[in-house]
């Protein structure tokens, strides 16, 4: 394993992604002689590409799209979260040269909503339901953080009920059940929590269309897009006195596990990692 820490991240197309300049800032920021790299890898090298992990003495890689289920059956041990969702986002090559897979998605989704409004997760969003528009992989990744994190109804809403179906099983505890897309607003009734894991109301693409009027005011808003910052969702919630919560930090507080492995630090999440980001995306 090389001297200098080495890892990245793979994926086709890579050149968007923010991952250099977020862990490039750590390494800056806590001193450490090491690198963070984008890799362009084409679906059919991913096989190659992993096995040069352990040639080159990387340390590991994030996955990014389209790899993070492929990558599954080609990694040597998958943990029960990664299992869960379906997906890998995160590798880590282990002493023994092996190469350990997890899904951190979870994590940062709670973890951005719990830096956000922290009395609210403590408080487990008063005991109330969760509502998660959406059915792809970000949704199964908050059913799963969710659940985990103890709250009692999780109602998936999707405009193809199917899929939202599918994702029932992944509730544990919770009372997880699938709502179609035309009760999207009906679902909103006695929320503590919503999260919009849909592209809707990102830049280039339409505007999540959902009443607020059954939404309680003090549940929780959370959309998972950044680009823009504040979406039409967040700031219809911030206009009726919701408290609200962007989705940079679900990029920012799930880099933390990779880069810890890699590095040895458990990084920070604050304000400056934030504008750094911010500025790294609006260059690209």
Not at 47 to 60: K, N, S, T, W
Not at 73 to 84: F, I, K, S
Not at 88 to 95: E, P
Not at 254 to 264: D, T
Request: hydrophobic share 45%; glycine share 10%; proline share 5%.
């Amino acid at each position: 394993m090389s001297a200098v820490p080495k890892a990245g991240v793979m994926g086709w197309p890579v050149k968007h992604s923010l991952s250099p300049a977020l862990h490039g800032h750590w390494l800056k920021r806590y001193g450490i002689d090491g690198t963070y790299e984008a890799w362009p890898v084409r679906p059919e090298e991913l096989p190659d590409a992993l096995r040069r992990l352990r040639d080159e003495g990387c340390r590991g890689t994030n996955l990014t799209v389209p790899h993070k289920e492929t990558a599954m059956a080609l990694v040597d041990a998958v943990d029960e979260t990664a299992r869960r969702i379906g997906a890998v986002n995160t590798l880590v090559l282990r002493d023994d040269g092996t190469l350990a897979a997890t899904n951190t998605d979870a994590y940062g989704l709670v973890e951005n909503i719990r830096a956000a409004a922290p009395d609210a997760v403590s408080g487990n969003f008063g005991g109330r339901a969760a509502v998660i528009l959406g059915a792809g992989g970000a949704a199964r990744a908050a059913v799963v953080g969710l659940a985990d994190l103890g709250v009692r109804e999780i109602r998936i809403v999707n405009r193809t009920l199917e899929r939202a179906q599918a994702l029932t099983g992944l509730g544990g505890d919770s009372d997880t059940h699938a709502v179609d897309w035309d009760e999207r607003a009906t679902a909103l009734s006695d929320a503590g929590l919503l999260v919009n894991t849909t592209t809707l109301g990102m830049d280039g693409q339409p505007t999540l269309d959902i009443g607020l009027s059954e939404l309680p005011g003090d549940a929780v808003v959370n959309d998972i897009v950044y680009a823009p910052l504040e979406t039409p969702l967040l700031a219809a919630a911030r206009a009726r006195g919701n408290p609200v919560v962007d989705g940079l930090g679900m990029l920012l507080h799930q880099a933390r596990a990779g880069f810890r492995a890699w590095f040895g630090v458990d990084p920070q999440v604050d304000d400056e990692l934030r504008a750094a980001v911010l500025a790294a995306r609006d260059q690209a």
